[in-house]
């Protein structure tokens, strides 16, 4: 009788809604990550939107039935008017989900996010100890990051550890679930990097070998078995390790509505760093440039894609995988996601894995700074 | 799940109604889950009632169907989902 349908997809015939959300608040962050998703570009990133815009962005995006909410960035703390959009995104009738280092909390603020009706936050580590995550991260932030885990337990949150893995720390996945196990997370994440931005720039330095992956995959379903329901683990792939092409953004303009610190209308996480031409929430009323913009409509469905995607089974669900992944690749955001096995530049995605499995020196990390950012850009 | 057993929603779980989806949802942590009616009608109902009051009021809701069943078994599957939290009840029954 009464069953469920699943996750955030819209039905296909229907007109798509941007059910999520994604709220980037700043580009500013404490820590250096090297495999920061973030534009190169970051540091030009300098007129961010004021408190009042934020909260119109809420409105009309809410307004669209919108209902899933990430506030991310850069380090989103470094907003004092957090808990303001906080409230307003509470008083909309959003699902909140802080997405954060945990540098720049305390037991003051977290009470004051509670209060103001924040429904989820979850914490990202580098690593499980203080050398290697300083090392990946910069800084010196593994103890704050540990007792804001377990404040933000001890605020009736459900603790969600995340953890991007790569080449620096795959090794060290025992550790880091012993670690989270310690600290009581509820969820973990062990996130495999996705090149892109600040990761792509570093890929030689991040890129594990398929022996490490491999490794990590069995150590954790091992502390599945372990750890049962009280602390549930996901572990998410690479693509360029896994031949299979994510499908971008759950299918472009369908579901995902990201706004970047100046304002910009992003169709996907990456989509600055296409050349095509992003609209401003400054200029634009929200649900215009979901429904009329070049931006979100140069993707969408699938009247664009190339062979072999247009007459391959899995148009459907896989859209052609990444566009940003195809303009890092081949050179052309409109092409065949060369992660995918169909394409015919596959190959090139297999000889940089190759390349990381022979890899013998160690790249240093280009570390994710403002002069780093102005340097390269 | 006896009849005096109090059901709600797990923590982290919301469950609202969504008018531009025409539809109850479940949100949790960076996912939704959209749910048919009488999903919605069963889920909105766990506020920490008892199972009896619950069947109760959905039989009073919908008075031609024979529900308890189907009720009972929805329940039994929304809570190996993690999606409930129940407390047990002293059963007179």
């Not at chain 1, 649900?287 to 247009?310: K, L, M, T, Y």
């Not at chain 2, 923590?11 to 939704?32: D, F, I, K, N």
Request: glycine letters at 8%; a negative charge.
């Amino acid at each position: 009788m009464a069953s469920v349908e699943s996750q955030v997809t819209p039905a296909a015939d229907a007109t798509p809604i941007p059910l999520w959300l994604l709220a980037e608040v700043t580009y500013r962050c404490p820590l250096q990550c090297a495999y920061c998703s973030n534009p190169i570009a970051f540091a030009r990133y300098r007129n961010e939107l004021e408190t009042d815009e934020w909260l119109s962005v809420l409105d009309q995006a809410r307004a669209m039935g919108a209902v899933q909410l990430g506030i991310s960035g850069g380090e989103p703390l470094l907003r004092k008017d957090l808990e303001t959009i906080v409230g307003h995104a509470r008083e909309l009738g959003f699902y909140s989900n802080l997405l954060t280092s945990g540098v720049g909390l305390d037991e003051a603020r977290l009470g004051e996010l509670k209060r103001a009706g924040l429904d989820h936050i979850q914490i990202s580590f580098q690593a499980d100890s203080s050398g290697p995550s300083d090392e990946i991260a910069g800084g010196h932030h593994f103890s704050t990051k540990e007792r804001m885990a377990q404040a933000i337990k001890a605020h009736d949150y459900p603790m969600v550890f995340n953890v991007v893995m790569h080449r620096r720390n795959l090794d060290r996945v025992d550790s880091i679930l012993q670690l989270a196990w310690d600290l009581g997370a509820d969820y973990v994440e062990l996130a495999n990097t996705q090149y892109h931005g600040w990761a792509y720039h570093n890929r030689a330095a991040l890129m594990p070998t398929r022996e490490q992956i491999r490794r990590a995959e069995a150590i954790t379903q091992r502390w599945r078995e372990k750890a049962g329901n009280r602390m549930q683990i996901y572990f998410v792939g690479s693509d360029y390790y896994d031949e299979t092409a994510k499908p971008c953004m759950n299918g472009w303009g369908t579901t995902f509505l990201g706004v970047a610190p100046d304002g910009r209308a992003m169709p996907c996480h990456g989509a600055a760093e296409l050349p095509i031409e992003l609209p401003s929430v400054r200029d634009e009323r929200l649900q215009a440039i979901w429904e009329d913009s070049h931006a979100f409509n140069v993707f969408r469905g699938h009247d664009w894609q190339p062979e072999p995607c247009r007459s391959c089974e899995l148009l459907h669900s896989c859209h052609g995988g990444c566009r940003c992944q195809a303009l890092l690749l081949a050179g052309d955001a409109w092409a065949t996601d060369p992660v995918c096995p169909k394409s015919p530049l596959h190959e090139q995605v297999v000889r940089e894995v190759d390349a990381a499995d022979e890899r013998k020196n160690e790249f240093p990390l280009v570390m994710r700074t403002v002069k780093n950012s102005r340097s390269l850009s | 799940m006896n009849g005096a057993a109090r059901i709600s929603l797990s923590a982290g779980m919301r469950l609202q109604w969504e008018a531009a989806q025409s539809a109850y949802v479940m949100l949790y942590p960076e996912g939704m889950i959209k749910l048919n009616g009488p999903a919605g009608e069963i889920l909105s109902r766990c506020d920490g009632r008892t199972l009896d009051a619950l069947i109760a009021d959905l039989q009073q809701a919908f008075p031609s169907a024979d529900l308890t069943a189907d009720v009972i078994t929805f329940l039994e599957e929304a809570n190996t989902k993690g999606w409930l939290r129940t407390t047990e009840g002293e059963d007179d029954g």
